[in-house]
């Protein structure tokens, strides 16, 4: 299999090149130029197999130039018992009948990034290898939140990698704050910065536009490249989960081979609905896929009324994850409704930059809407339905996989259908926990508590554990404590780098 741009200027790259390259120099994501379908047998077969074994199989579709070996490796490297806290990877939880909760937080950092950043450092310095580069690989990440966690556990002690993580000095959660700066590895560097996520996403931009500054450090032997989601390497492991899980229930006789299902996806960059796109093109049958967004609703709009327009405020919500008015993984659904049009997709995606809008033609809404079924929610709801899980069916819910299941909760007021559904789980209730107990705990117990303390509240009241990555964070040894302006971005990585 070969991967070309979305923007069509860049062709019939290896899979190893497109992982190494992460993004194409037209400015495109690189897709595969085919979706490969998977053989009733490989259903079958997977019946049996565990999650790393199904996790081979599906990736040895798109990863042609990797040898079996190579492949195992990597997979074996990312999804085990001392990175996941579940031998299953991705378990699944019944909410009630015919409704099932995936949860895909039980990596190292609580939240579903992992899935895919434990095995992107793996694909990349394979892939490194095999395409003949010696040179040390350095991770440039600016993060929200979540992102910048997980690319640090990810890449924490690889040979070959160091990984440079930038967070806005006021801009996150105490928990997601603690736990990066007492990031443990011999090759991690962690900054504040004094600004807000932008701030740091710009410093961050315009030190990989800063061609100079690449000749400099090539010079040193290094290399510099992005954990970011439009990374192939970092796509590609989310498919493996959708698919298993409707595996997963075929084996377990909770549905029959070839019936349908909805699958719901918290959504805010579009990567973990656009797998889920994906998975339903090799094969998984699926009714609807359902974007669910919050009240940054960018996505609800577009596959509403076929406009994308990001020209609108930027809310800050309590699922801090979805606060996103560029969806950039939409580009490559676009690609695949279009019958792969690469000069259409450049030039909506061009109208995005100059004008921050563009308006997809008729045919192609009606394709979207084939298949996608959205909606949004509020605060106010968020709480509402994480409440109202915890006292009907005793389940906790993070704020992100509440806005999931308050989304589809609408979608089958106005449906009716009795599809069997999987829901998206993407954090643990322990990692957005001061929004979490404030929806199940008395005001009075609340009010006043700093985060942590809230979260062993939490703990006690409900009776579910808090993971190990994030309990007794408040008493780990600070280890990084950087903190850069806005201008001088550049010049830590280089005080890093020495
Ligand atoms: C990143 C993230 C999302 C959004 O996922 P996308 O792939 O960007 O759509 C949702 N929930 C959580 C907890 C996340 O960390």
Redesign the pocket.
């Known amino acids: 299999m070969k991967y070309q741009s979305s923007r069509g200027k860049f062709n019939s790259i290896s899979a190893a090149e497109a992982i190494k390259m992460g993004i194409s120099p037209d400015g495109g994501l690189f897709v595969p130029d085919y979706i490969p379908e998977l053989k009733e047998k490989d259903w079958q077969l997977m019946e049996s197999e565990n999650y790393q074994e199904r996790a081979c199989r599906i990736l040895r579709y798109y990863l042609g130039d990797f040898s079996d070996e190579e492949i195992k490796n990597c997979v074996y490297d990312a999804y085990n018992d001392e990175s996941f806290d579940d031998e299953r990877i991705a378990p699944l939880a019944e909410l009630k009948p015919g409704v099932y909760i995936q949860e895909l937080w039980h990596g190292p950092t609580s939240?579903?990034?992992d899935m895919a950043l434990q095995l992107l450092p793996q694909l990349m310095t394979t892939s490194a290898r095999k395409t003949g580069d010696n040179g040390e690989i350095i991770i440039l990440v600016a993060t929200s939140g979540?992102?910048g966690k997980a690319a640090l556990e990810g890449f924490k002690d690889i040979a070959g990698t160091r990984i440079i993580v930038f967070y806005p000095e006021d801009g996150v959660s105490e928990v997601q704050k603690r736990q990066m700066i007492t990031q443990e590895g011999k090759n991690v560097y962690v900054a504040a910065v004094s600004g807000n996520f932008d701030d740091a996403q710009t410093g961050v931009k315009n030190i990989f536009a800063d061609h100079a500054f690449a000749e400099r450090l090539n010079k040193q032997g290094m290399k510099l490249s992005s954990a970011n989601?439009i990374n192939w390497g970092r796509l590609l492991p989310q498919i493996v989960y959708y698919i298993s899980a409707y595996v997963e229930l075929r084996a377990k006789r909770k549905l029959v081979s070839g019936e349908p299902v909805n699958i719901v996806?918290?959504?805010?960059?579009?990567?973990?609905?656009l797998a889920a796109y994906y998975a339903s093109r090799m094969g998984l049958p699926v009714h609807k896929l359902i974007c669910a967004s919050n009240t940054n609703k960018v996505l609800d709009d577009f596959i509403r009324t076929g406009i994308y327009d990001r020209n609108r405020n930027f809310e800050k919500t309590i699922?801090p994850?979805?606060d996103?008015l560029i969806s950039s993984?939409l580009e490559r659904l676009l690609y695949e409704i279009t019958g792969h049009d690469a000069a259409r997709v450049a030039s909506w995606m061009e109208e995005l930059k100059t004008s921050g809008r563009y308006e997809v033609d008729a045919v192609s809404l009606t394709r979207i809407k084939d298949l996608f079924w959205s909606e949004f929610c509020t605060d106010e709801d968020t709480i509402k339905t994480i409440s109202a899980c915890w006292d009907k069916q005793g389940y906790l819910l993070?704020t992100?996989t509440a806005v999931a299941v308050n989304v589809y909760e609408k979608y089958l007021s106005e449906s009716k259908d009795r599809v069997k559904t999987i829901i998206a789980s993407?954090?643990s209730p322990f990692k957005f926990g001061s929004s979490v107990a404030q929806a199940v705990l008395e005001p009075k117990i609340v009010s006043g508590q700093d985060e942590f303390a809230l979260l062993d509240q939490l703990s006690a009241a409900t009776g579910v554990k808090i993971p190990e990555g994030i309990k007794g964070l408040e008493k780990r040894p600070v280890l990084h404590n950087t903190l850069s302006t806005r201008d001088g971005m550049q010049d830590t990585v280089a005080a890093f780098l020495e």
């Open positions: 939240a579903f990034k979540d992102t989601s996806v918290p959504t805010g960059n579009f990567g973990n609905i699922s994850s979805m996103i993984n993070d992100h993407t954090a």
